[in-house]
């Protein structure tokens, strides 16, 4: 029997029921956090460069801005752990590359003057990256503390291409993109960010002449997430030939294991107009 071909008081009760169901499952799951304050002051003061493998911030125009910032953080420091939770994977992982970005923005904000490099902040025992500065899912938190705990500690939400997401406000680091992740779009902004870096020639290239593959320490530092995700580190990067322009034989001499890679030099100049490379 049809749901058509039930009796109008009895097809009422069956429809009355199906959205009870439909209420308790949407009830089990939080709704996304908006990001768009954050997503707003993105695209008001980053910017593209170098045919968009990377980006310059505009740290004076964010600082006229600091308001909208300070109000964005706030409501994402009222979020407790059990509200997070309920977030779907996508959407916790995006609020938390949003947050790691907005508030290393406020950390460079919050300096009495203009740091050179991010690194000149703080003492030798206490760096920009452990400064209990902000608040996050109940909880006074380091810079380090999401990055390395939150994210790359949590076997649900890591993704090695969240290396080419967080940002720490220098140079050398993948680009500020200047729009928020969202959860809905996750997947692509994270492998658009990932393409991006590794076609940028001067943090990743690969020298025909010496038959060596050249990239940023990124990979050295976090060698293990990217050998995990791949089997090895040389895998990851075999499967992004095209990004980082390898030919086909080298590509494949690659994934063999027995093309050589070195690490270039990091720069931790403020990624701001006039330091971009």
Not at 188 to 193: E, G, H, M, R, V
Not at 224 to 237: I, N, P, R, V
Request: hydrophobic letters at 40%; aromatic letters at 10%; proline letters at 4%.
């Amino acid at each position: 029997m049809t749901l058509h071909a039930l009796p109008p008081r009895t097809l009422s009760l069956v429809t009355l029921g199906l959205f009870f169901i439909a209420g308790l499952a949407l009830a089990g799951k939080a709704a996304a956090f908006d990001h768009g304050a954050w997503d707003g002051l993105l695209e008001e003061h980053v910017e593209w460069r170098r045919n968009g493998v990377t980006s310059v911030v505009d740290y004076s125009g964010l600082a006229d801005d600091e308001d909208t910032l300070d109000a964005y953080l706030t409501k994402l420091s009222e979020v407790d752990a059990d509200t997070f939770e309920g977030f779907d994977r996508d959407h916790r992982l995006a609020f938390l590359i949003n947050a790691y970005n907005a508030f290393t923005v406020k950390l460079i904000l919050k300096q009495d003057e203009r740091p050179a490099s991010i690194r000149d902040i703080g003492s030798l025992f206490s760096g920009p990256w452990s400064q209990r500065f902000f608040t996050l899912l109940g909880k006074q938190r380091t810079l380090d503390e999401v990055e390395h705990q939150m994210i790359r500690g949590n076997p649900e939400l890591m993704d090695p291409r969240i290396h080419f997401a967080v940002n720490c406000a220098s140079v050398g680091c993948p680009a500020l993109r200047p729009q928020a992740f969202s959860g809905d779009h996750l997947d692509q902004q994270l492998a658009d960010s990932t393409r991006r870096f590794l076609s940028d020639r001067q943090r990743n290239r690969y020298d025909e002449k010496s038959g060596i593959l050249l990239v940023s320490p990124i990979f050295d530092w976090y060698g293990k997430d990217f050998t995990k995700a791949a089997g090895s580190l040389g895998g990851y990067l075999a499967d992004h030939a095209e990004a980082l322009g390898l030919t086909p034989d080298a590509r494949n001499t690659l994934a063999a294991g027995d093309l050589p890679i070195r690490f270039l030099d990091y720069n931790w100049a403020l990624n701001t107009e006039g330091n971009t490379q």
